[in-house]
C-alpha cells in the first residue's frame, strides 16, 4: 500500500504561483508512475501531470504546459507541482496520486488539496 500526503494548496489571484507537495510512503517502489490531477466541481477528475518516478520523464496536459512544472525529490520520496501564472480556471481540488508500470490506472490517491484562484 501506498499513503499519499499533499500540500500547498490555497487562495491566489490570477496571475500568481503556488508550490504543491505530495508525500509518498510505504510501498513507494509500487509506485512507478506518479501523477497530479484535478477536479473542479461538477466536472471530472482529470490529468495535470505526471512523472516516470525512475527515468525523471514528465507529462502535461495541454491546458497547463508552459504553465506548470512536475518535479521530484527522491531521497524525500516527494513530489512537487510548481504552478505559475495561474489562471481562475484552474480552481480545483489537486490530488496526487501513482500506479505502477504496467497498470492502467492510478490506484493510491491523496486526499487532496483545495487550490483556489480569484480572478
Known amino acids: 500500500q501506498v499513503l499519499l500526503v499533499e500540500s500547498g494548496g490555497g487562495l491566489v489571484q490570477a496571475g500568481g504561483s503556488l508550490r504543491l507537495s505530495c508525500v509518498a510512503s510505504?510501498?513507494?517502489?509500487?509506485?512507478?508512475?506518479r501523477g497530479w490531477f484535478r477536479q473542479a466541481p461538477g466536472k471530472e477528475r482529470e490529468f495535470v501531470a505526471g512523472?516516470?518516478?525512475?527515468?525523471?520523464?514528465?507529462y502535461y496536459a495541454d491546458s497547463v504546459k508552459g504553465r506548470f512544472i512536475i518535479s521530484k525529490d527522491n531521497a524525500k520520496n516527494t513530489m512537487y507541482l510548481q504552478m505559475n501564472s495561474l489562471k481562475a480556471e484552474d480552481t480545483a481540488v489537486y490530488y496526487c496520486?501513482?500506479?505502477?508500470?504496467?497498470?492502467?490506472?492510478?490506484?493510491?490517491w491523496g486526499q487532496g488539496t483545495q487550490v483556489t484562484v480569484s480572478s
Open positions: 496520486g501513482t500506479r505502477g508500470r504496467s497498470a492502467r490506472t492510478y490506484d493510491y
Open positions: 510505504g510501498r513507494t517502489s509500487s509506485a512507478y508512475f
Open positions: 512523472i516516470a518516478w525512475s527515468e525523471g520523464t514528465t
